[in-house]
């Protein structure tokens, strides 16, 4: 069976660095088809792609958080870590961590979160 | 990056009525298109990848369709379980952006 789960401070103060972790079971961060994705959601609003780490170093981030934010993985222990640095309120949200998978179908790649943690709620203020 | 579109943003529907949400990208992405469903605390559900490929264990009532910039998910039969938030999301380039979302609620 397949899981996810996202563990980090429930409180964060402005300009404080945010630090997640997504530790997973039933895959392996090696496997070169499966990888990890951040998504958030702030409060009543729609969910916002963040970021996605593969076993080959392939990393993307979304384009206004770039310079904030860090994708890292610790394989030995099944854990992927997001770091956002420079807190702001706006930043707050239900942070979730999902598998990805990159589905090869001919000469291409799609890529499609099948399973997702339950989130973790992260509030920014001082 | 590609910009995601969904109309409406909001529908009120009946138990058993056929559905239909619209999706659109910026730009044309082939067939890199993901639909998720979400209630309310939840986490998201894969329901279609590949903008016409039901999810194992999704039932038959969801469908998808469309290429390059148009897509739709059709519900063909609403059941109570089915009112929620729905989001398409396109991976044909990083960052792989989601729509707004659509919310279906009962009439």
């Known amino acids: 069976q397949v899981t996810l789960k996202e563990s980090g401070p429930v409180l964060v103060k402005p300009t404080q660095t945010l630090t997640l972790t997504c530790t997973v079971s039933?895959?392996?961060?090696?496997?070169?088809?499966?990888?990890v994705s951040w998504v958030r959601q702030p409060p009543g609003k729609a969910l916002e792609w963040l970021a996605h780490?593969?076993?080959?170093?392939?990393?993307s981030y979304a384009t206004s958080l770039r310079s904030r934010l860090t994708v890292s993985k610790d394989t030995s222990k099944s854990q992927v870590v997001l770091i956002l640095t420079n807190m702001d309120p706006v930043d707050t949200a239900t942070y979730y961590c999902a598998r990805v998978q990159k589905h090869p179908i001919l000469f291409y790649f799609y890529y499609y979160m099948d399973v997702w943690g339950p989130g973790t709620a992260v509030t920014v203020s001082s | 990056d590609i910009q995601m579109t969904q109309s409406p943003s909001s529908l009120s529907a009946s138990v058993g009525d056929r559905v239909t949400i619209t999706c659109r990208a910026s730009?044309?992405?082939?067939?890199?298109l993901n639909w998720y469903q979400q209630k309310l605390g939840e986490a998201p559900k894969l329901l279609i990848t590949a903008a016409s490929s039901l999810q194992s264990g999704v039932p038959s009532r969801f469908s998808g369709s469309g290429s390059g910039t148009d897509f739709t998910l059709t519900i063909s039969s609403l059941q109570p379980e089915d009112f929620a938030t729905y989001y398409c999301?396109?991976?044909?380039?990083?960052?792989?952006?989601f729509g707004p979302g659509t919310t279906l609620d009962l009439k």
């Open positions: 039933g895959f392996s961060l090696s496997n070169l088809r499966m990888g």
């Open positions: 730009q044309s992405i082939s067939d890199y």
């Open positions: 999301q396109q991976s044909s380039s990083t960052p792989f952006t």
């Open positions: 780490s593969f076993s080959n170093d392939e990393k």
